[in-house]
């Protein structure tokens, strides 16, 4: 078996790189392989990885974060000690309430204060004793995204954070978490299968196609005009196989 | 004439004003006549339940008045009842069940205390699950009734050994739903403690305690049931004091009347501390949709 490393980096503030990746490698993983990935994220960075089910992304991110077990392979990961994860379902535990959900396992003594700031930057203000059950999917998206806030994290992963809301509910969480990542600076890195997601949210898109990158691409340029945002979506599109004269089913083109 | 407008859109988004729309092909709804068949059960009453019952006792009543039951073979409610009165002038009933509450009290606890511990140590560790989990599947394969004359021959017939057998009835549903709720936690939110790097002991204290304490609380419900059974058992055997006792005693003597109280107190001593459990779960697990409401 191939040797796989993987290192913390404690010091912060002082390297501009936040995450680095050599020639990644990984195998035997439920969601997909990766076949030798080389990513650097700078300090600040929103980057979103976008490709379709089964072409890495999620294992890349969860190979970051640490949390595949199971898995083999080889490579080099350098990652930061406090990353923090959101993922697609906001994995709330049921039996606490949403402060006490914010605030899991922080020991700090302002730590209640400082839940209850996250929960406002949010817009959940007042809801700190509601369980769980009581809020709607995008209520309980933001109070994850409160709980990962409330740590300061330096690189914030997002697994499909969006990808089980409807679309109205969507759209308000994108301007909500490019808002947020404007506040706090994390590096982000935005798993996604959503081209208008990618380009709204991310600074940088970069494409995954059978565990390898296919495309890295600045969207600031592009964002900058109708027409510009426009082609990059068709390219994008056409990079993930949808044929780019039809009208893609499932993507919603609509022109602002 | 006022006519309805209706106003449309073409293809080319220019609204254009229609008058006589088509008729609407949907049928009147109002919340009191709904229009679609409801195929699921309605909410139950709070003390439905209670029915059944009642109708028994009902029927039962009926037949010993017109004579259908013989009252040797079963004597008639209101016999049972002023047997019942009988006995607490006596001071024989009160004494009889303060006698069994005290067994039962202490071998639930004895049964909850060690069926927690073990569920812990054997569910929370690797080695514990080694060493104790096969132990008490096997106990389990062997019916704690089975057991009483080795208990006998080791405890004696006093209250040891009594006390030891309603535990056992007690442990053991405790023991398996507990470790198995401890077992079964969701992965989920073992990866969400690991992504907040939650240490050892805040991860036992936040997410697997209150996890496990569903399946705690269900153990309960078994066990409490389970202590009167093992009860009703050790009463009958070598007891002189107890609702089983006297329930033995009435057989001696073909006192079916006494007979039909000692079964209706264990009867009302079940269920209520079976609705007692359950009020403890509403209670504890007001964070469940299912009992918030």
Wanted: glycine letters at 8%; charged letters at 20%; one cysteine or more.
């Amino acid at each position: 078996m191939a040797s796989y490393t993987r290192e913390v980096r404690t010091e912060s503030g002082s390297v501009e790189t936040v995450v680095s990746i050599r020639n990644l490698v990984r195998r035997f993983t439920l969601k997909g392989v990766l076949n030798g990935i080389d990513l650097t994220i700078t300090k600040g960075e929103f980057v979103a990885l976008l490709g379709r089910s089964g072409s890495g992304k999620s294992t890349l991110l969860r190979a970051i974060a640490d949390l595949d077990r199971e898995a083999r392979g080889s490579g080099e990961i350098l990652a930061p000690k406090d990353l923090l994860v959101a993922f697609q379902d906001a994995r709330l535990l049921p039996w606490k309430r949403v402060l006490d959900n914010v605030i899991l396992g922080l020991d700090a003594p302002d730590a209640k204060a400082r839940g209850s700031r996250a929960l406002a930057e949010v817009e959940m203000s007042g809801r700190e004793q509601s369980w769980p059950y009581e809020l709607s999917g995008g209520e309980q998206q933001r109070v994850a995204l409160a709980r990962c806030l409330v740590r300061e994290p330096e690189l914030l992963l997002a697994d499909e954070p969006f990808g089980a809301l409807d679309a109205l509910t969507r759209i308000r969480m994108h301007s909500l978490l490019r808002t947020l990542a404007e506040v706090h600076r994390p590096a982000v890195l935005l798993v996604t299968h959503d081209v208008e997601e990618a380009i709204a949210l991310a600074d940088r898109i970069v494409m995954l196609d059978d565990g390898r990158i296919v495309a890295d691409i600045a969207v600031t340029p592009y964002r900058a005009t109708v027409a510009g945002h426009e082609e990059l979506k068709l390219n994008l599109l056409a990079l993930l196989g949808v044929e780019a004269n039809a009208p893609p089913t499932g993507q919603s083109v609509s022109v602002s | 004439m006022n006519m309805p407008l209706a106003r449309l859109a073409n293809d080319d988004g220019i609204v254009v004003a229609v008058t006589n729309p088509p008729k609407p092909a949907y049928s009147h709804t109002s919340i009191e006549t709904p229009r679609r068949r409801r195929l699921g059960l309605k909410a139950p009453l709070s003390f439905g339940w209670l029915l059944g019952p009642v109708l028994i006792v009902l029927f039962w009543g009926i037949g010993s008045a017109v004579g259908w039951i013989d009252s040797r073979i079963l004597p008639a409610p209101w016999v049972a009842v002023s047997t019942a009165f009988d006995l607490i002038e006596q001071g024989r009933l009160q004494e009889n069940i303060a006698v069994s509450a005290w067994r039962a009290a202490q071998g639930l606890f004895w049964g909850v205390a060690l069926g927690v511990i073990f569920a812990l140590l054997s569910g929370l560790t690797l080695v514990g699950g080694y060493l104790l989990d096969g132990l008490v599947q096997i106990k389990r394969a062997i019916p704690s009734l089975a057991l009483i004359p080795l208990f006998v021959l080791w405890f004696g017939i006093g209250e040891t050994m009594k006390v030891i057998v309603v535990a056992l009835g007690v442990f053991i549903p405790i023991y398996i739903h507990t470790h198995n709720a401890l077992r079964g936690i969701d992965i989920k939110h073992v990866e969400l403690a690991e992504s907040l790097d939650l240490t050892h002991a805040q991860f036992i204290r936040h997410v697997v305690l209150p996890g496990a304490l569903p399946g705690f609380l269900l153990g309960l419900r078994f066990g409490v049931m389970g202590a009167w059974l093992g009860l009703v058992v050790v009463e009958q055997l070598n007891a002189t004091s107890g609702i089983g006792y006297m329930i033995t005693l009435a057989r001696t003597y073909a006192q079916s009347d006494i007979i039909l109280v000692g079964l209706v107190v264990y009867a009302v001593l079940g269920v209520s501390s079976d609705l007692a459990v359950r009020f403890l779960e509403s209670k504890v697990l007001s964070w469940r949709r299912t009992l918030a409401k």
